[in-house]
């Protein structure tokens, strides 16, 4: 009997250590794995935009489009909805010649088909609606609402506007509900993980990630 209480209490005794030694690692981990998981978010909807852009220009060029848009449509700081637009040959030579011309329209009607829509779980740079709009050959390159004439923002040495950022949500809140470019870097700014989607009126698409103090392409 007295054997079979020894065996019981060793077992106790080292079932403790072993809760003690999981609660360090646990506490000396978790803000590690956390980052990693904010920033696996993130990295996600940046590959979604650019994918979308690079999808939608690559349809543009094969000819199924004569001109595309790419919208973006913030929902706060819970998410984003982004939607890709087109219209075919002859509904765009009918706008060319018509009274209004080409334009970079919001509204569904003007587009013969909307090819993609997804919606990312991480906020963006802007809380208000917009868009960009391009021809095949880059002759059209319009943008309206809040993707129309952007802060220019100096990226490695060189200027650019037409661009989209996201970051995680608790980095949005803390600054107002949107990914602010304007407060990289500065105290209580935005923060990493932040990654930064370019796109040029041919439809080249180049993607930033934000490290402790600047840029590197990825």
């Known amino acids: 009997m007295q054997q079979k209480q020894d065996i019981k209490g060793f077992t106790i005794l080292e079932l403790l250590v072993v809760i003690t030694i999981v609660a ?39 000819g199924n489009f004569q001109y595309v848009q790419f919208q973006i449509i913030p929902g706060g700081t819970s998410s984003t909805t982004i939607r890709t637009k087109g219209i075919y040959q002859d509904t765009y030579s009918k706008n060319l010649n018509s009274k209004s011309g080409i334009q970079c329209s ?71 509900g949107k990914c602010d470019l304007n407060t990289l870097g500065k105290k209580n700014g935005l923060t990493k993980p932040a990654y930064l989607v370019l796109w040029s009126r041919f439809g080249t698409v180049t993607k930033y990630k934000w490290g402790k103090s600047d840029w590197t392409i990825r």
């Open 106 to 176: 919001k509204d569904n009607a003007y587009w013969d088909e909307t090819v993609q829509e997804i919606v990312i779980d991480t906020p963006v740079h802007t809380d208000k609606q917009g868009s960009v709009c391009f021809s095949k050959d880059g002759t059209k390159f319009l943008q309206t609402g809040s993707l129309e004439n952007q802060t220019r923002y100096i990226v490695n040495g060189e200027e650019v506007k037409d661009y989209a950022l996201v970051c995680s949500k608790s980095n949005a809140k803390k600054i107002g």
């Open 24 to 62: 360090i690692v646990s506490a000396v981990g978790y803000p590690n794995f956390m980052e990693w998981s904010e920033d696996r978010k993130v990295r996600k909807a940046s590959e979604q935009i650019s994918s979308m852009l690079t999808n939608i220009n690559t349809q543009l060029q094969r």
